[in-house]
């Protein structure tokens, strides 16, 4: 029988600042973390505890210091490939609840801050945890935003069912379901994005705990895989620039 899944924020997590031990921070809490749980961390405070702040009047600058790739622009809006692998808008860099004249910078490495705040947590309840942390991304053909996976620690976020059988016996052949951003969305259904709610605990999934498991950079699809490399308008100039080139040489 299939645990029920329980999702709840942990209250009382005070303001971040550089230098905070975040395991310490959340042990202090009164909370009763059992094996198997996951803690989905939001990034910002992460961040914020590792002091990746930068002064930055001009917020854009930033994001073109971020940028390793520009998928798409539109406007003011940026969609790129950040140091991270991971496309989304303006690079992860946040501009807001930041002292004035910075911008805060997503974690250097996401999954080997997962894994520090998961060793300290484990060491100081004594049970077996994962831990997810968390950002907000749009989604290609989707509107809104959603929290995904970006650093992971002890938990499959990919969960292969790639040769197994469905209820009707047919194989499966492509299912690879995300969970580790299925988590991360769910767990943002309590955090929020303005109750000073930064960490959830998500109990029911146990099974995907995994202390071998790759961490969150197994999500990020660039490279041959990317399928969808540049935005359309891009794309678009790219091939009409690449045929010119073509049709000069050729004369």
């Excluded at 550089?18 to 921070?25: F, K, M, R, S, Y």
């Excluded at 917020?59 to 991971?86: P, W």
């Excluded at 100081?124 to 935003?145: C, K, P, S, Y």
């Amino acid at each position: 029988m299939t645990a029920p899944l329980t999702i709840w924020a942990i209250p009382g997590i005070p303001e971040i600042v550089t230098g905070d031990d975040l395991a310490e921070v959340i042990g202090q809490r009164e909370i009763d973390l059992r094996d198997g749980d996951i803690l989905a961390v939001t990034s910002k405070i992460v961040s914020k505890a590792e002091g990746r702040f930068v002064q930055a009047d001009d917020r854009d600058q930033a994001i073109t210091d971020e940028t390793v790739r520009v998928v798409a622009t539109r406007g003011m809006t940026r969609i790129v490939e950040n140091r991270l692998g991971i496309v989304g808008a303006a690079a992860g860099v946040d501009g807001s609840n930041t002292p004035v004249g910075t911008v805060l910078l997503l974690p250097l490495d996401p999954d080997a801050s997962a894994a520090a705040l998961r060793a300290a947590l484990e060491a100081r309840f004594n049970v077996r945890l994962g831990v997810i942390i968390t950002d907000t991304l749009g989604r290609a053909w989707r509107e809104g935003q959603t929290d995904v996976a970006i650093g992971s620690s002890g938990v499959r976020v990919l969960d292969d069912l790639r040769g197994t059988l469905d209820a009707q016996g047919r194989r499966l052949d492509v299912t690879v379901p995300a969970v580790g951003d299925e988590i991360a969305a769910a767990a943002d259904l309590v955090k929020g994005k303005s109750e000073g709610l930064p960490v959830a605990v998500v109990r029911g999934v146990g099974h995907l705990l995994d202390p071998e498991a790759p961490g969150a950079r197994v999500l990020t699809r660039t490279g041959p895989n990317d399928m969808f490399r540049l935005g359309s308008d891009e794309a678009y100039a790219e091939g009409f620039a690449a045929g010119k080139a073509s049709h000069g040489q050729g004369v």
